[in-house]
């Protein structure tokens, strides 16, 4: 509980500093709402000239593209500290970190939360709920229960992203590059039915970097669609992302018995 007051109040207190600056919140927040916006636009526009793509329709993916946007925006927003971390490692202040009584984990997920990523998680919530409002039937407890599993599990599957892309800034400052193929690029790769891509894609996206186990084989199941899976696999699909979560979390740690101080 100690940990969990300290880390509110250490994530709170950089809110505030950010509040400060209200117009520039409310520029980038209603930045990020509109740029999700143009990306579920074109979506739209897709369908409206095919109508349905691999038997998916518009609302079927809109309740895709609604799960991973939300975890996205929450795992960008709680884990902003790690988006940014090449740069504590340039300034020399991961050196700070490592003389605090907190672990560095801790320190650096409590060191900044990007409140202006608001913006997108209110677009991926309305794309959701205008999914799930245009299904011919409603979703139960249980598959409600499971929708909101897999955002969970999404959002610690971004945070491991997140967690492996700060790791290699103690080897190299030059990896940002690759890392965003992982978060944007599955981003917009997941925003659709895995159906659509060849296998080896298809694969890369279920057990390398198992983003399409967090909304895609949910859906599809809850969909009726044609999975080589059995229909309770999909219920066990959020795991997926606290593994990932997990292996981070060890990347981070091997990380940090590299690191051998900036020398400043």
């Not at 095919?50 to 929450?74: D, K």
């Not at 902003?80 to 090449?86: P, Q, S």
């Not at 997920?109 to 799930?132: F, P």
């Not at 909304?215 to 997926?240: E, I, R, T």
């Amino acid at each position: 509980m100690q940990a969990i007051r300290t880390y509110f109040v250490l994530a709170l207190s950089d809110v505030r500093s950010q509040m400060q600056y209200r117009a520039s919140f409310a520029m980038q927040t209603l930045g990020n709402f509109l740029a999700s916006c143009v990306d579920f636009l074109g979506i739209a526009a897709l369908f409206s000239s095919f109508g349905a793509l691999q038997g998916w329709s518009l609302y079927e993916v809109a309740v895709l593209y609604g799960i991973v946007n939300l975890s996205f925006a929450l795992a960008e927003g709680i884990g902003r500290g790690f988006d940014e971390f090449a740069r504590t490692i340039r300034e020399g202040n991961f050196d700070r970190v490592l003389l605090r009584p907190r672990g560095t984990l801790f320190q650096v997920l409590a060191s900044r939360m990007e409140i202006s990523r608001v913006g997108r998680l209110l677009q991926g919530a309305a794309v959701l709920a205008l999914g799930l409002a245009g299904l011919p039937e409603p979703l139960g407890l249980g598959q409600g229960l499971l929708l909101a599993a897999c955002v969970i599990g999404g959002t610690m599957l971004f945070l491991g992203v997140l967690f492996l892309q700060a790791a290699a800034c103690f080897w190299t400052l030059e990896s940002l590059e690759v890392f965003n193929i992982l978060t944007y690029g599955g981003l917009q790769a997941v925003a659709y039915p895995l159906d659509i891509y060849q296998a080896w894609l298809r694969n890369f996206l279920l057990y390398v970097v198992p983003l399409g186990c967090l909304n895609y084989l949910p859906s599809a199941v809850l969909f009726g669609k044609d999975l080589p899976f059995p229909a309770w696999s999909a219920y066990l699909a959020p795991l997926a992302g606290a593994a990932f979560l997990a292996l981070g979390a060890l990347a981070w740690r091997a990380g940090v018995r590299h690191y051998r101080s900036s020398g400043s």
